[in-house]
């Protein structure tokens, strides 16, 4: 039986539960007896606990025996393979391989005898070029292998259903007047949640582990002092085989240009967009801002791809046209310049301020508007010095939001500004961000551990802490001045 | 109405719609100079609304219309000469709930007699500052904190903040939107003394829906009910002898 139909069985026996539970509490009901809860959470809870229970020990028991056999085939091989130890991890993952298409294969299923024709036959049948003759022992592996996992898999599944049944039954039985079965499920459905909610933070320190540990890796090879405030960013493509050239890998070109590019984006974001905000909130009749609002917000669904063609096909050679047209003949513009990157980005922004300050700035209380209007304040008095003072918190937390995205945004700045990692001020010279560069390094022909590519890692951690470093200020501004406001 | 006072504000035949709909159904009603105009009458009357005409401020409602003619010292407000900032700045208002700015106390105050440039110095702005909270009885409490916020005052008084925020631009008229509904009866009390003093120098109108209240602090009433005017006349008069019986069943409580 195979794993998806023990969990389909499983659900199955579950329903069947859920069915005579739900059935036997309207029996019981139907006789005059007060039920504690309503029928159908009977049968919710029988459900829960047969479901509930026997997956989570099938799933675990699945994890497990794989783990036990992956060490266990490990050793045997070591013991088989003698010194060649490098390549056993090899080996281990070809038996690997190999059991788990026997375990598939219905004439291995079948059939106790002959195991090496059942394997040529198979390996023959998916065209697997593997030549038998020189590992003859990660065959009998495999065959082993293979083995154990029908065997492990039939304990389960046995265990699983037994454990289905019995809790079946308990739920069935249980099924009283005192029963309380409604906070019994409302129990249930708590700890659901809370598992959602505590699976995302898990992932994210996986992320961070992970990030982490590749990190250290990487400084184990370069210095930090040789990271962090190197000027020169040259990872050395061409000289991987030279074992004593590692490449600099200066962060400081690629911090600025991320930096740069950021706050050229955000030059013309936080205006264009808070203007556009306050128009909307405070000016707009309805119905044009039943159409503009959507229209903003669709601009905020453009894939930032679709923003980086946009730059390279048209703002780019409009930029680099214009600075001839300018300089009469000089091109002071490049195509590829941090000013395209960083105005294209800003356009990409607009909507995210825009949006985001327009929803706070409506959600100033309506009393301080009228306060201010009874007042004799004109409109744009009212605006400038008692509304946007009231949502100056909410407006800087979406501005540092907004920068967290414009720190973290790649696609526009390959395409606009280019792969160079220069340190310069000049905004018209091609220049790279970090996000390019963890991009570059691990799209490379690399080693998994080379210093080459685990950069990526110490770069991704770099971005990571810095857009970290802003969600605090963001979360710290707006504590500072919320109580203000209310 | 007594011949020898000067009427301060002249409504006549006022009607406000919103949308289509009509709230008011043409109000004549008289605001003597120096008095307490007292509004009264259940909920949905139409006596807030009335009271927004006065400065209109239901210009800033979406959909709202106000015809008929509303005179401020013989000068009719709707008319499209008016400026209605100045208007609003002589004809000030508190509202129901206190909604001090997210200023400090200082600047709450300061906001219109900057915005209408009636400070001259630091130190002119400095005295309509202290002036202002005189008068409206909180300068004693707060004179030693008027840079901590607005917000951080107890509900009584934060009214009378923004009782001092509407005097400092010296407004001719005070309107006042039940003022005392979201308060207990101790700052009530205050703001019902101070209302008393305010009307040697203002013109004050009043909604509230407290019978007491109305009693207490005005020399006149006007009874509203489902956007009419029923009845005007002295505080006394109403209270004792109405000559509606609508007035007499909603001031003993009959209905409202």
């Known amino acids: ?486 | 109405m007594n011949p020898r006072l000067k009427i301060k504000m002249c409504g006549s035949n006022v009607k406000v719609f919103y949308a289509q709909k009509e709230i008011l159904h043409g109000i004549h009603l008289d605001i003597p100079e120096n008095r307490v105009t007292a509004l009264i009458g259940p909920s949905g009357c139409g006596k807030s609304t009335f009271l927004r005409c006065l400065n209109r401020m239901n210009d800033t409602i979406e959909g709202a219309r106000v015809t008929g003619q509303i005179l401020l010292d013989e000068e009719d407000i709707y008319d499209p000469s008016v400026d209605v900032v100045e208007l609003r700045s002589r004809v000030g208002m508190v509202f129901q709930k206190p909604n001090p700015f997210p200023k400090s106390i200082y600047e709450n105050v300061a906001y219109g007699p900057r915005i209408h440039g009636l400070a001259k110095s630091r130190v002119d702005l400095d005295e309509i500052i202290e002036q202002s909270l005189l008068k409206a009885g909180l300068f004693h409490e707060v004179k030693d904190r008027l840079h901590d916020a607005g917000t951080s005052l107890s509900g009584g008084q934060q009214q009378r903040l923004c009782i001092a925020r509407a005097i400092a631009v010296r407004p001719e008229v005070i309107l006042m939107d039940e003022p005392c509904s979201a308060l207990d009866p101790i700052a009530t009390a205050r703001i019902e003394e101070l209302i008393d003093d305010l009307r040697r120098n203002y013109t004050i109108t009043i909604v509230t829906h407290s019978m007491q209240q109305a009693a207490r602090v005005s020399q006149f009433t006007a009874m509203f009910h489902m956007g009419n005017l029923v009845e005007v006349g002295t505080t006394k008069t109403i209270f004792t002898s109405p000559g509606e019986q609508r007035t007499q069943d909603y001031i003993t409580g009959r209905f409202g």
């Not at chain 1, 739900?22 to 139907?30: D, F, L, S």
């Not at chain 1, 320190?205 to 002092?225: P, Y």
């Not at chain 1, 909130?281 to 791809?305: D, H, N, Q, S």
Request: glycine share 6%.
């Open chain 1, 1 to 486: 039986m195979s794993g998806p139909s023990v969990i389909f069985s499983v659900l199955l026996l579950g329903s069947g539960g859920f069915l005579v539970s739900c059935g036997w509490a309207r029996i019981i009901e139907a006789r005059g007896t007060r039920m504690h809860s309503r029928s159908h959470y009977y049968g919710w809870w029988t459900f829960l606990i047969v479901v509930i229970p026997s997956l989570v020990f099938f799933i675990f028991w699945s994890i497990c025996t794989n783990l036990y056999l992956e060490n266990k085939a490990s050793s045997s091989c070591h013991t088989t393979a003698g010194d060649m130890a490098q390549s056993c991890s090899v080996l281990v993952k070809m038996a690997h391989d190999l059991a788990h298409k026997l375990v598939l294969d219905d004439h291995f299923r079948n059939s106790q005898e002959d195991h090496d024709a059942v394997l040529q036959n198979i390996l023959g049948k998916r065209k697997i070029l593997f030549s038998l003759d020189n590992k003859e022992h990660i065959v009998s592996i495999a065959i082993e292998w293979a083995q154990r996992i029908k065997k492990f898999h039939m304990i389960g599944t046995i265990i699983t259903f037994v454990l289905a049944i019995l809790s079946c039954f308990v739920g069935i039985f249980s099924v009283s007047p005192e029963r309380r079965s409604r906070n019994r499920v409302e129990c249930v459905t708590v700890f659901w949640l809370m598992l959602a909610s505590s699976i995302v933070i898990l992932i994210t320190v996986g992320i961070v582990l992970s990030m982490l540990f590749q990190t250290i890796s990487f400084f184990q090879s370069v210095s930090l002092a040789n990271f962090f405030f190197g000027t020169v960013w040259d990872p050395r493509f061409s000289a991987v085989d030279s074992e004593e050239v590692v490449g600099q890998f200066g962060l400081i070109p690629l911090l600025a240009g991320t930096l740069y590019i950021a706050f050229i984006a955000m030059l013309f974001a936080i205006p264009v967009g808070l203007f556009s905000a306050i128009y909307l909130a405070e000016y707009t009749v309805p119905w044009l801002r039943g159409i503009i609002k959507p229209l903003l917000e669709i601009l905020a669904g453009i894939p930032t791809i679709v923003y980086g063609f946009f730059a390279l096909a048209v703002l780019g050679p409009f930029l680099h046209d214009l600075s001839i047209f300018l300089a009469s003949g000089h091109a002071f513009i490049m195509a590829q310049s941090a000013l395209t990157a960083g105005l294209v980005m800003g356009i990409m922004l607009v909507p995210f301020v825009s949006s985001l300050s327009d929803d706070i700035i409506t959600a100033v209380p309506r009393s301080l508007r009228d306060g201010s209007f009874g007042l004799g304040a004109t409109q744009s008095e009212t605006i400038w010095r008692v509304i946007l003072p009231a949502a100056f918190p909410g407006i800087v937390a979406s501005l540092l939001l907004t920068a967290s995205r414009a720190i973290g945004e790649t696609m526009i700045v390959v395409l606009a500004a280019g792969v160079v990692a220069r340190l310069t001020i000049n905004p018209f010279e091609a220049m790279t961000t970090i996000t390019v560069k963890i991009v570059n390094q691990l799209t490379g022909d690399f080693e998994f551990n080379s210093p080459q590519t685990l950069v990526a890692f110490a770069l991704g951690m770099t971005l990571l802490v810095l857009t970290l470093l802003m969600n605090i200020v963001a979360l710290y501004v707006v504590r500072k001045y919320r109580e203000q406001y209310e």
